[in-house]
């Protein structure tokens, strides 16, 4: 616990969680550092952190990509300067880990055609199927905590920190959280984890693993929203 407090980074060398797409290896802000890269290129469109912070969880955390991504960003303001979060969602790439937020959004509203276009987009995309149930396994973890932390109003400001999701996306993991009873959210969380230790003990097959994973969750979910 007291090296873990003091080195609160995975192995590759970045902070994990969602807050490791916003920090860089010595813990400065990411967002400030895509803030002065932008001063640096001459661009002239500034951003807030805010922004920076959603771009750098809707495109990943390659530098090359976000370099590309920020040029198109440039291009589409055009004579505009300041880039609003609409900007980002209009003309940015997504990455998988923000698609996965966008699909398990979309379920949890009941959106099943969303839900499964998303799926589709990322196996397109050529992401692995127990790549994308890894991923909807950890977005239902913080879905839960969420709701924990909901229920025992922990403070907001404290939230992103604990969970480890950028500031941005707390509102929006609140109001996911809050259509469940975290007993649902648990069921959801322990039927995935049980799910992918069926796959990777060789019990269960990986064919479809996502697919039936989503119609898992679908009769969980809808069993008795709160």
Known sequence: RRWAATNPRGGSGVRVGWGGACRTDNGTDYSRIMVQ??????????LDRSCAEKLVFTVG????????EMEKLAAYLNDRTAVAPEDIDAICTRSAEYTVFQMVDAQVAGNNLQTFAYLRDLLRAGEDRIMVLAMLL?????????????????????????????????GRTQQQ??????????????MLLAYEQGIKSGRLPQEACAENALLKLEEILRGQSA
């Open 37 to 46: 890269l932008f001063a640096m290129q001459g661009m002239g469109k500034p």
């Open 61 to 68: 955390r390659d530098a090359a990509l976000l370099k590309q």
């Open 138 to 170: 950890r977005q239902y973890r913080i879905l839960y905590h969420m709701r924990c932390m909901l229920d025992e109003k922990t403070p907001q400001q404290s939230q992103a920190q604990l969970l480890g999701i950028p500031p941005f996306a707390v």
């Open 177 to 190: 959280a809050k259509r469940f009873e975290k007993e649902r959210l648990k069921a959801a969380y322990d």
